[in-house]
């Protein structure tokens, strides 16, 4: 096991000029109290003030003035979050103390316009049609069932309403990347309206770190890495990629809209250059793309405020089994995920109630290739997991509104299924159970600047499907360093084994006045039956791999954000505004039997401060720096199949 130290101190700075020759609503709206703001995610139309836990809000006026490639970059550059990235367009979320994860079984979970985004890899997720971005910290199960054991990160789009407007945005730089953005939409007639969103970015050379980064590496560092010198090019890390965003609304009524969007992400010779900074230069090539549409009906009856949505989405990568012109896909995996979901928001005097039905569906299938036109087979068998959920969620305000109390409890129904597959030796298998999860918070107003908080709630991460039902055997063969390795492994699923589950507390203290603001939060969760791999099981056969509960963790941390307008001191016509977001986690350990140990791949200290400068017209600008600390990693040694 080794400890790599991953200080990192970035630089962004970024500006924007607008042409209008006065003040528009726009403008205005970008420098609006993000303490009014409505936070979708919390399925109780609750202002960001009424909330019960921490919530972060990316405003639009951030999201267009950072220098960001993707969403992943994007949370990288202007919050405390921990993002991983990975050479070959992935990345991946840490939310207080929950490793990051781009697979299946995340642990936060990912939307768009509140429902599944049809992907956990952050890099895919364009931010061209980004309107804000509410990230909710903590235990959300209750709302959003399985994988909400961090938190939940809902990405708002962009409205279509008002004048028909069309914005198109052009940039070159570095390393010959090339990007093109078109914007547009408005209203068509009273009741129709649309949005049209499209991207394209490229990068043709291979990204190069010089000798003057802010990369600074030890003798010892760049000999466990592989290189002695200090000018790096990272050979076959070039790529392109396409998003194309569609929304059309109509007004039925004054009481019934209608709402149906498309959205369309490409990413065409995406190049890995294998491990970081090519230490080991396994070069691999891949395309990716995902479809994603919904369809979503609102109507307004008294008190009432019902809504139902489907949703579809299908999310496909293609592996080639070299970077050659004569290559050919030897892996293709789909992950198709649909429902619906169905709710009904009562408001009473200044009280609200949201009851709801969600259904989701996700299967997982994938096929491999020896060659251009012989199957063989897969890594896994074809597997799908459904979830049927109700829930009632509730917020009560009391003493004229100084307290909001609110509460919660979901239950899941899920069902776990495994195809059969003859090149597999795997038969035709399923597992059934049962979640049920809760909430509870509250907020008080000790003065009109001054607030407390404070929630607790359970979530879980269900097993997938071969971890509960597997039972299959897979052989193998590769060559590394020039050295031919084969084997088989065999997989059995745990019919016994629990899903993951937490329970945590957050204590929180807000204040705001004028143009002075400050947030801390403190949290502890308590992680229990995390599910790893357990190779000492065997039978009549030879040994096998199976799962099991194991660890149980244990993190707690300080979340503080801070920030001052100075514009007061230029008779409000200039915005000079400091700030600084940070995430401590003090503690981040794991036990397992009497070994207690570290939390691998989480990092102990994140944080960004910066500057933003507006004259609130025309000129936008922001200055930003970011570190994050160090963390503890599993490193593999392939020779002797053995990590460390």
């Not at 949370?75 to 490793?99: A, C, H, N, Q, W």
């Not at 004048?163 to 070159?172: E, K």
């Not at 294998?274 to 008190?303: C, E, M, Q, W």
């Not at 896909?329 to 609200?352: C, M, P, R, T, W």
């Amino acid at each position: 096991m080794k400890t790599l130290l991953s200080a990192i101190c970035i630089i962004l700075i970024t500006s924007s000029a607008f042409a209008e020759n006065k003040k528009d609503d726009d403008n205005i709206k970008k420098h609006v109290n993000l303490q009014e703001v409505i936070i979708n995610a919390s399925r109780l139309g609750l202002k960001l003030k009424n909330m019960p836990g921490k919530v972060e809000i990316i405003p639009q006026r951030v999201i267009e003035n950072t220098s960001a490639n993707d969403l992943g970059d994007l949370l990288k550059k202007t919050t405390g979050i921990d993002i991983v990235e990975y050479p070959g367009m992935l990345s991946g979320i840490s939310l207080r103390g929950f490793s990051p994860k781009t697979g299946e079984n995340n642990y936060t979970v990912i939307l768009i316009d509140g429902v599944p985004a049809g992907t956990t890899n952050i890099a895919t997720i364009s931010l061209n049609n980004i309107e804000s971005i509410e990230i909710l910290k903590g235990p959300y199960s209750s709302l959003y069932g399985s994988q909400a054991m961090g938190g939940i990160i809902n990405i708002v789009t962009k409205k279509n309403t008002g004048d028909l407007q069309t914005n198109i945005a052009v940039a070159y730089g570095s390393f010959d990347k090339q990007s093109l953005n078109i914007n547009m939409g408005g209203n068509l007639t009273k009741k129709l309206s649309f949005r049209l969103a499209a991207q394209r970015e490229k990068q043709n050379t291979n990204y190069e770190i010089g000798e003057n980064s802010f990369l600074s590496l030890s003798k010892d560092e760049k000999t466990f890495l592989g290189f002695d010198k200090d000018d790096i090019n990272i050979t076959n890390s070039t790529y392109s990629k396409d998003n194309f965003d569609a929304k059309l609304n109509y007004n039925i009524s004054d009481a019934v809209t209608t709402s149906l969007s498309y959205s369309y992400f490409e990413g065409d010779d995406v190049r890995n250059p294998g491990s970081v900074l090519s230490a080991y230069p396994y070069l691999t090539i891949k395309d990716i793309n995902r479809h994603n549409t919904s369809f979503k009906i609102t109507a307004k009856k008294g008190n009432h405020h019902l809504s139902a949505t489907t949703f579809y989405s299908i999310d496909r990568s293609k592996d080639y089994n070299s970077i050659e012109k004569s290559k050919f896909v030897n892996l293709e995996k789909d992950y198709k995920v649909y429902g619906a979901q169905l709710n009904d928001l009562i408001s009473f005097n200044n009280h609200k109630i949201t009851i709801g039905i969600d259904y989701k569906k996700d299967d997982y299938t994938s096929k491999r290739w020896d060659d251009s036109n012989v199957p063989t087979s897969p890594y896994n068998p074809d597997y799908f997991n459904s979830k049927f959920a109700g829930y009632i969620q509730t917020n009560l305000n009391f003493m004229d509104n100084k307290l909001s109390v609110s509460g919660g409890v979901r239950g899941d129904i899920i069902k776990l299924e495994i195809a059969e597959d003859e090149l597999l030796a795997s038969d035709k298998q399923s597992e059934k159970y049962n979640e049920i999860n809760y909430n509870i918070g509250a907020r008080y107003d000790i003065t009109k600047e001054l607030s407390v908080y404070s929630s607790w709630g359970t979530a879980f991460l269900s097993p997938t499907a071969l971890q509960k039902a597997g039972a299959y055997e897979f052989s193998y063969t590769y060559f590394w360093d020039g050295v031919e390795y084969a084997g088989t492994n065999r997989y059995k699923g745990n019919t016994d084994l629990d899903p993951e589950t937490s329970k945590s507390l957050e204590l929180g203290i807000n204040y705001s006045k004028n143009n002075f603001s400050a947030n801390v939060s403190w949290f502890s969760t308590d992680y229990t039956n995390k599910i790893t791999d357990d190779k000492s099981k065997s039978d009549e056969f030879g040994p096998y791999i199976t799962y099991k509960n194991s660890e149980k963790a244990t993190m707690k941390g300080l979340e503080a954000e801070l920030s001052y307008d100075l514009k007061e001191f230029f008779d409000n016509n200039i915005s000079i505004e400091p700030y600084v977001k940070w995430s401590w986690l003090y503690e981040a350990t794991e036990k397992n039997g009497d070994v207690k140990s570290s939390l691998l791949y989480v990092k102990r200290h994140n944080g960004i401060f910066g500057m933003r400068i507006s004259d609130m017209d025309k000129f936008d600008s922001n200055i930003s720096f970011k570190y994050a600390g160090e963390r503890k990693e599993m490193d593999f040694d392939i020779n002797n199949n053995n990590p460390f």
